[in-house]
């Protein structure tokens, strides 16, 4: 059986069992699971990177932003603290 060590998601290890194939996961604690994100974080930032095309580019983005409110979770924010920081952030550039 291949070895991915992946994060899943999206009901992954059930769409493998319903298909009769086997799988085995394991449940991260929370700074396992922090580490795979910065992990996959950076994996997705490369692709976006590669992105050949805007269509691309719109999916690699799509990935970043969920990786990006998984990792506001384990801050214990949501994703609209982490917005007006980034807006509180903007206005404080624009005045100085």
């Known amino acids: 059986m291949p070895v ?5 998601r ?7 069992h319903n298909d009769g ?6 449940v991260l604690n929370d700074g396992e699971y922090e ?7 950076k994996e997705e930032v ?3 990177l590669s992105a050949q095309n805007k269509s691309e580019a719109l999916e690699e983005l799509a ?4 990786i990006i409110h998984a990792l506001s ?9 982490v917005e007006k920081i980034r807006i509180d952030n903007a206005q404080t550039q624009k005045r100085g």
């Open 4 to 8: 991915y060590n992946k994060l899943v």
């Open 10 to 16: 999206d009901k992954i290890p059930e769409i493998i």
């Open 21 to 26: 194939r086997a799988c085995i996961t394991k």
């Open 35 to 41: 580490k795979e994100l910065k992990k996959k974080l």
């Open 46 to 48: 490369t692709e976006y």
């Open 63 to 66: 990935d970043v932003l969920e």
């Open 73 to 81: 979770h384990i801050h214990g924010a949501s994703i609209e603290q």
